[in-house]
């Protein structure tokens, strides 16, 4: 499934009460780490259609905003997890919170590090329970 734009408030707030995990990616064309990432967030959309991906321009949506790249997953308009930096490793990390996605992510991991060789850095993951 491609990911979906977000180009209103109203769209974000709809959008997160879906009963399927819907993804955030938060991003900015003048964002590096945001460009590198793009191609495995790409990627984890087109191979699990059992989460629903958004994008977020923060220059254009500014108050749903926060640090980029940031990715949120939402179920039932519950936050779920977040994930902040472009580490490969950690949006699959964020995708493992879904019970539904998490099958899929595992068996899919070297595929998208031999497609896209993304850089390793690191983030901060934050759990439901740190959240809540």
Known sequence: M???PIT???QFRETIKSDK???FDFWASWCGPCKAIS???EHLSNITPEVEFY???VDQQPEITEEMPTFMAF???QKINEVL???PDNLEVLLNTSESASKIVQSKRQTSEESYGAERGVLRVRTRTELE
Do not use: A, C, D
């Open 2 to 4: 491609p990911v979906t």
């Open 85 to 87: 930096g472009s580490n």
């Open 8 to 10: 209103s408030l109203e």
């Open 55 to 57: 994008n977020v321009n």
């Open 21 to 23: 995990v819907t993804v």
């Open 39 to 41: 191609p495995v967030y």
């Open 75 to 77: 179920k039932r308009g």
